[in-house]
């Protein structure tokens, strides 16, 4: 039976490490009982919980591949029986292993457009039954997007991304009688990000001149949350990297 949780509930893709741990984190600070979607990391996923519950906040891990339907399927009707509700999806799986193109395999394009576009269209889709009027979905993007180049070293990774912007601002026109505002946030360089490029050559790539930080990312969250006159938009946090 489906059980409604008197807080809301925020649901993180991705939640189990890295930016997405800071979002669960920071939501619960916020005051939503958070669930951590996570893949493969599991004892990660029970440390993120653990540590917001011992907080006082509300949370539990739910396992997920969000690049298959089924498996998507599974985890939201297992969030149904438990939360009752979903007031803010926070897709933020990013699949990202640059390879230039000559390299890049179709194993590896599907992998990356399963898990970064068609991954957000799967959670979006299952999570809709649960989400009241005037609910939140925040995708993680990529800085950048606004502005169509050429990216011949992540060719796969790009172009989830500006998909996944594309999807952001349809769903924010089809949902819009709903009152669900559906946004994109896109970090640039952060500090724990993989190809982060040495400390003194930030400045010439990054106008404010350092990295971003995971609660750079949150904050803009934060302010969508709030932001209820909000919705297509996509805010670069990225201190003016790819301008």
């Not at 930016?19 to 004892?43: K, P, T």
């Not at 985890?75 to 699949?95: Q, S, T, W």
């Not at 390299?103 to 959670?123: I, K, M, V």
Request: with cysteine; glycine share 10%; aromatic share 6%.
């Amino acid at each position: 039976m489906t059980r409604t949780s008197a807080a809301p509930v925020a649901l993180v893709t991705g939640g189990a490490r890295r930016l997405g741990r800071h979002l669960c984190e920071d939501l619960a600070s916020q005051g939503y009982r958070v669930v951590v979607c996570y893949r493969h990391s599991d004892h990660e996923a029970q440390a993120v919980v653990s540590a917001i519950n011992e907080r006082g906040g509300q949370s539990r891990a739910v396992a997920i591949d969000v690049s298959q339907q089924a498996s998507v399927t599974r985890a939201f009707r297992d969030v149904a029986e438990h939360e009752g509700r979903v007031d803010l999806l926070g897709n933020n799986v990013g699949n990202y292993s640059p390879l230039p193109f000559d390299a890049l395999t179709p194993e590896a394009w599907d992998a990356t457009l399963g898990a970064n576009l068609s991954g957000s269209f799967y959670c979006t889709h299952a999570a809709l039954p649960l989400m009241p009027d005037g609910s939140l979905i925040v995708n993680i993007g990529m800085a950048g997007l606004d502005g169509i180049r050429a990216n011949p070293i992540a060719v796969d990774y790009y172009v989830s991304k500006t998909g996944l912007l594309s999807l952001t601002r349809s769903l924010a026109v089809s949902l819009g009688p709903r009152r669900i505002r559906v946004n994109m946030v896109s970090p640039g360089q952060l500090d724990n990000s993989i190809d982060l490029p040495d400390e003194a050559h930030l400045p010439h790539l990054i106008p404010l001149g350092r990295a971003g930080t995971p609660d750079d990312v949150a904050r803009a969250v934060r302010y969508l949350i709030g932001a209820d006159y909000v919705t297509g938009t996509n805010i670069d946090v990225a201190g003016g990297y790819r301008l």
